[in-house]
């Protein structure tokens, strides 16, 4: 772990995330390789309570907080919810149901580090 910087890797060594957090733009970038053009980008609106989500340039869905009801929901880019979860706050670990082609297991594990590592860096 460099500042800012998480390499989540299998048992062998091998690369599973990469998370690189830029606390100053509220940005979270999550790679599967060392350097991908299409890394996802989650980019948190204060203001708004939410996170917009892209892979590359294009805009995938987002995460939305709604403080009265207690709870974030996320939606795809036309709009469709894929889940809600109740917290008394916004967290960017719900964005794992907008990311295509990860297991089960890559969606728990990624799920567990933006919870923690979301935390600890106020994103």
């Not at 109740?86 to 580090?113: I, Y």
Request: with cysteine; hydrophobic share 35%.
């Amino acid at each position: 772990k460099k500042k800012n910087k998480y390499k989540l890797k299998d048992k062998i060594g091998k690369l599973i995330f990469k998370i690189k957090l830029y606390p100053e733009k509220l940005k979270v970038k999550i790679s599967q390789k060392e350097d991908d053009p299409n890394a996802w980008s989650l980019k948190k609106k204060v203001k708004d309570h939410k996170y917009n989500v892209k892979i590359g340039d294009k805009k995938i869905g987002k995460a939305k907080f709604y403080p009265g009801k207690g709870k974030i929901k996320v939606k795809d880019a036309a709009g469709t919810v894929l889940c809600t979860m109740k917290t008394d706050k916004l967290t960017a670990a719900p964005v794992v149901s907008l990311l295509p082609g990860l297991s089960e297991e890559q969606r728990l594990l990624l799920f567990a580090a933006l919870a923690v590592i979301g935390k600890d860096a106020g994103i």
